[in-house]
């Protein structure tokens, strides 16, 4: 006997409405995990970035500190070779004036030329030419200023200058 007018129908275990809940629950646990995976990929990306910027950073200091000790090398071969510039003016004007101060009269043969020295050779008609017009001058310029004679058989002496400057501070070589 049956008490109903209906036919039983089998219930679902999930209704429409769970059903609907169970598929948002599941979709927001994907959409999360799927968020978790892209921060933790976003972020060892970013470790991997920032140990390579460390690294590039290391390396440019590196680059620096090299530039830097080049430069530094560069200003002292520059100050050196100034130096040897200014050096070199001075001696082209020393030579130069010394030339100036040799008279017609006088013929030179050689010049030595030293940081502290000047030895000079040459001809002159007679001791009192070489005396008044070229050992005056340099007497003036230098400490000591010796002078050998040797006569010719022209008639004409030959000299021996030795003129030495005892202190030579200021002096470039």
Not at 123 to 143: C, E, G, M, Q, Y
Request: aromatic letters at 16%; hydrophobic letters at 40%; glycine letters at 2%.
């Amino acid at each position: 006997m049956s008490y109903s007018f209906v036919k039983p129908k089998l219930k679902p275990v999930f209704t429409l409405f769970s059903k609907i809940w169970i598929f948002f629950i599941l979709f927001c646990t994907i959409v999360i995990l799927a968020f978790d995976f892209f921060t933790i990929f976003s972020t060892k990306l970013n470790k991997d970035g920032r140990e390579n910027q460390l690294n590039l950073r290391d390396e440019y200091s590196q680059k620096i500190e090299a530039t830097d000790r080049q430069i530094t090398f560069i200003k002292k071969q520059k100050a050196a070779a100034e130096g040897v510039y200014a050096s070199n003016a001075v001696l082209k004007d020393s030579l130069q004036n010394l030339f100036d101060l040799i008279p017609d009269q006088i013929t030179l043969s050689k010049i030595d030329m030293d940081k502290n020295s000047l030895i000079i050779y040459g001809k002159t008609p007679s001791k009192d030419t070489f005396n008044f017009l070229l050992a005056s001058p340099l007497r003036s310029i230098f400490h000591t200023s010796n002078t050998v004679f040797y006569l010719n058989e022209d008639g004409w002496y030959r000299f021996v200058s030795t003129n030495k400057i005892l202190d030579s501070d200021g002096f470039n070589e």
